[in-house]
């Protein structure tokens, strides 16, 4: 049986970014835009990798909402997204 499936039927919360090239300041705005025009403005956008610190304000202001440096463990993302669920559901 074929998959007919379409984009949004997984009815993802979030999307995490992880970026390595220094291409953050032009992937993610491009990202959040195409999330945006697909109707799906409301998944939420996390972003890891080598980036600047001074660039981290910027990304948060666009609609990031949490950019993750080198080393984070994976319970820290895990706790993140606990805690962002317990505040929606409170």
Known sequence: MANTRSIGDEDADWLGLSILSGAHMTLVPRVLQLL???G???VGVLVG???PEADIPRLLEMGVARVFGPGTTMDSIVAFLR?????AHA
């Open 83 to 87: 805690e962002r669920r317990d505040a």
């Open 49 to 51: 990798g080598i980036i």
């Open 36 to 38: 945006n025009e697909a």
């Open 40 to 42: 799906l403005a409301h």
